[in-house]
């Protein structure tokens, strides 16, 4: 079992419209989760990075939320545009070490 | 700044070559870190290089190797390429030695073995 699961898979919505992307993990303890946007054949870009006390972190039309008691992290894109067409990853950093736990990503699809 | 570079952008190879992988880092970071990403197994962490010296490891065969030179730049070597090496690779850099400092991506080489 993945430590970090996303959800869901992938996703298709109209240009202009809000979607909410999930990702759970068992990670724990862990000092950062963050969410990365990662363009077809690009590399993964920062969206959010957020601490284990913080609740919410936003990013201009990006909003993460984190509920450390469900191990639950959201991801909220408001009113779509083309280009947010794009994998999303939830990555988490367990506590005390260096390395990334990258979650397989949400496909998102905005069409006109 | 500059970017994170990487260098070739495309590879094709075939069964049992090697192939060699450069990464230059963010002018002034110090850690470089590499990464397979497949469709299947999504991104996966490779190695770590911090100051020269390897710092982290993941779950990879020996075929898979690096290093780090003086100016942070970095290099991946794989060697009896197999198809499942088939992946994009990316590499990282970040000012500290991993740790909750953000990574910087560079556009990755997709590698093709045939």
């Known amino acids: 079992k993945n430590q970090v699961e996303q959800s869901p898979q992938s996703l298709i919505i109209l240009e202009g419209k809000n979607c909410t992307l999930q990702?759970?993990?068992?990670?724990?303890?862990?000092?950062?989760l963050r969410w990365y946007k990662q363009d077809t054949g690009r590399g993964p870009v920062s969206l959010t990075i957020?601490?284990?006390?913080?609740n919410t972190k936003s990013n201009g039309r990006y909003t993460a939320t984190l509920d450390a008691d469900t191990k639950q992290s959201s991801l909220h894109i408001t009113a779509s545009q083309l280009s947010d067409s794009a994998s999303y990853i939830c990555v988490v950093i367990p506590y005390n070490t260096d390395k990334l736990i990258f979650g397989t990503g949400t496909r998102l699809q905005v069409f006109p | 700044k500059a970017g994170v570079t990487q260098t070739p952008r495309y590879l094709i190879k075939t069964r049992g070559q090697q192939v060699t992988l450069s990464c230059s880092p963010i002018?002034?970071?110090?850690?470089v870190s590499w990464y397979q990403q497949t469709p299947g197994q999504g991104l996966q962490f490779l190695f770590e290089?911090?100051?020269?010296?390897?710092?982290n490891k993941g779950n990879f065969p020996g075929r898979f190797s690096g290093r780090q030179f003086s100016n942070s730049r970095s290099e991946m070597n794989v060697s009896t390429l197999e198809l499942g090496d088939s992946a994009l690779y990316l590499c990282a850099s970040s000012g500290l030695a991993g740790g909750p400092d953000t990574q910087y991506f560079g556009p990755g080489t997709r590698l093709t073995v045939l």
């Open positions: 990702c759970n993990y068992t990670v724990s303890p862990f000092s950062n």
């Open positions: 290089y911090f100051s020269e010296t390897q710092r």
């Open positions: 957020m601490t284990f006390s913080e």
């Open positions: 002018s002034g970071h110090r850690s």
